[in-house]
């Protein structure tokens, strides 16, 4: 999804719930130091583009479930 809708769905997810520790990745440098600190979010939001991109880091975390909108770009 666009950058714009990942950041409407983590405003709305913590909107919704108060106590959720959301966090919508951006792009390089923010996105890196990003990365080192999904431990400790409860909601984290990407796209297609970034997931494919830091699929190494994905798969070392540790996840209770993803989501995953227009499941077919999987």
């Known amino acids: 999804c666009p950058r ?5 769905a983590g405003e709305i997810a913590a909107l919704a719930q108060d106590w959720l520790r959301v966090m919508v990745l951006g792009r390089g440098a923010e996105r890196e130091s990003q990365m080192r600190q999904l431990a400790k979010h409860d909601l984290v939001i990407t ?6 991109r830091d699929v190494d880091v994905w798969r070392e975390q540790e996840l209770f479930a993803v989501i ?7």
């Open 4 to 8: 714009q809708q990942c950041r409407r």
């Open 47 to 52: 796209n297609y583009a970034l997931l494919r």
């Open 68 to 74: 995953a909108d227009e499941a077919q770009m999987i």
